[in-house]
């Protein structure tokens, strides 16, 4: 396909807008299915092409959504989505990358600017997905200026958007090998009032986090009802992802994207939406790797650290209580 294949007339929405959507891959045949499929969903193609015309700068307009495909990255390609992350966070553009789990590491450490939405080993319908659901950004209803509770139900209604989806494409005769993952449910920390003030003392003082056997005995015990029931039943990746810090945080050990994304049993595009989220909302935070650029780690913040000590805090004295 060449780069005139992405031209199509100026497509507006209900009020008017039109988001232009600029593809590239080196996979001729993936261009194909994702032009065809925006194009039957009523976008705006622009400029698009193989890898390098977008790295090599050759590229003059980005359009509203980039959408890039790079399964896999060496250094050379590292430096020039860095370079890439750094035009479309001046741009103002919205970009989507698709890539692999064994890239997603590499690929994960060139964003820090741009805020794009990461997918491994996309399907077609998560493709489709992601561009929808950035277009509400795009034509202005930006979801930072959003509560964080209207932002984590959005969270919740775009999972549930995107399984729907994927179970579409399973029927249609797609595989689709990740499991299924769909976060339902929001956070266990409200207290009620009375309940609070009846804590307020024990909590003056931070507590330690506990023992990491203890959280570690807990992730495998969450880990093993899976083997009875369907893990869809019980797909919490915030909860998992938290405990799953929490332990390496006490153990002092360092965790990457990709070995975070498998912690919270969610396929990883999954994930990394709820790494996004949980950065945003202070929960999260990216470490660089000071000896290896190439690598980010993600640990909880001194607010998360805090959080959960006192969680764990609390379920302990509560035990305490029931077996005095």
Known sequence: MTQADFS???????AGLTARVSVFSDRPYLREHIADDLRG?????????????????????????VMLDCPMVDAAAMASLSRLDMRVARSGAQLIVSTSLDALDAVFSCFDQSA????????????????????????GSRVRELSEADRIALLHLTEQVDAIARRRETMEGTAYSAPVGVADRSSDFAHQ?????????RRSVAPPLPDPRLVRR??????????????????????????????AHAEHQRVSVSSLCIASGVPPT???????QMTETGLFERVEDSSDKRRVFISLSSAAVDAMARYFAEVMHESMAAAA
């Open 218 to 247: 807990m992730i495998r015990q969450r880990q093993d009802r899976r083997r009875f029931f369907d893990a869809e039943l019980f797909a919490d990746p915030a909860w998992d992802m938290l405990l799953d810090l929490t332990a």
């Open 8 to 14: 199509y007339a100026a497509i507006g929405d209900a």
């Open 116 to 139: 794009p939405q990461i997918l491994v080993d996309a399907s077609r319908a998560e493709r489709m997905v992601a561009v929808g659901r950035i277009l509400g950004t795009v034509m």
């Open 41 to 65: 969903a009523g976008f705006q193609l622009g400029q698009g092409g193989n890898v390098a015309t977008l790295l090599d700068g050759e590229t003059t307009v980005l359009g509203d959504v």
């Open 193 to 201: 009032d009375g309940e609070a003030d009846q804590s307020r003392t």
């Open 270 to 276: 999954t994930a990394l939406r709820w790494i996004k």
